[in-house]
Each structure stands twice: as structure tokens, then as C-alpha cells.
Nanobody, 129 residues
Framework: QVHLAESGGGSVQPGGSLRLSCEAS????????MGWVRQVPGKEREGVAI???????NYADTVKGRFTISKGATKNTLSLQMNSLKPEDTAMYYC???????????????????????WGQGTQVTVSS
């Protein structure tokens, strides 16, 4: 059993910043690929960012240049630094993980949202003036 716990969500004004964190626990030996996925009520989940097994990082076009995904000191921690936030970034953000992933190619938000075997409970991010 893998448990993913997110933290760091909240409310911020447009242009502000937030940092999300995720810690994996339990049977983490097979976690090699981690990412962030977000969902707005009534819409499909969409991938935001991913770190592949070989360290390759990729982002959705909508967040490229504003968001930064990174691993922590151990392979079981993951962060998402979100800068220059926009109202359209408002969503529930999920940490997600799976076994190895390589060479996934161009980032397609819907395809990348379906890659994962393990999910956190989510943390709400609200961007509003």
C-alpha cells in the first residue's frame, strides 16, 4: 500500500505564489515516477507536471515557465513551486505516483493524468482577487 500526503494548498491573489509538497509512505519501493495532476469540479483531471524515472521533467504548456516540479532529498518527496498564479490555476491538486516511466514524449495533460497507480487526497488551490 502506498500513501501520498499533499500539503501547502491555500488561497492566494493573482500573481502570487504557493508551494505544494507531497510525501510518499508505505510500500514505496516501486515508486519511480511522480507528478502533479489537477482537477476543477465538472472537468476532467489534467496533468500539470511530471518527473520521469530518469529525471526528465515535463510540464503542461499552461504552466510552463511558472511552475517548477522537484524531488526532495529522498525519492519519496515531491514539490511543486507555483509562481505567477492565475485564476485559471484554481483547482484541487493531486500528487500521483507509479512505477517506472520513460520516454513519455510530448506532455498531453489528459494522457498524463491517467498514468498513475497511486493518488493523494488532494489539496485545494484557489487564486482569486
Amino acid at each position: 500500500q502506498v500513501h501520498l500526503a499533499e500539503s501547502g494548498g491555500g488561497s492566494v491573489q493573482p500573481g502570487g505564489s504557493l508551494r505544494l509538497s507531497c510525501e510518499a509512505s508505505g510500500y514505496t519501493q516501486n515508486i519511480y515516477c511522480m507528478g502533479w495532476v489537477r482537477q476543477v469540479p465538472g472537468k476532467e483531471r489534467e496533468g500539470v507536471a511530471i518527473i520521469e524515472t530518469d529525471g526528465h521533467i515535463n510540464y503542461a504548456d499552461t504552466v510552463k515557465g511558472r511552475f517548477t516540479i522537484s524531488k526532495g532529498a529522498t525519492k519519496n518527496t515531491l514539490s511543486l513551486q507555483m509562481n505567477s498564479l492565475k485564476p485559471e490555476d484554481t483547482a484541487m491538486y493531486y500528487c500521483a505516483a507509479r512505477g517506472p516511466c520513460y520516454g513519455l514524449g510530448a506532455f498531453e495533460p489528459l494522457r498524463f493524468s491517467a498514468l498513475y497507480a497511486h493518488w493523494g487526497q488532494g489539496t485545494q488551490v484557489t487564486v482569486s482577487s
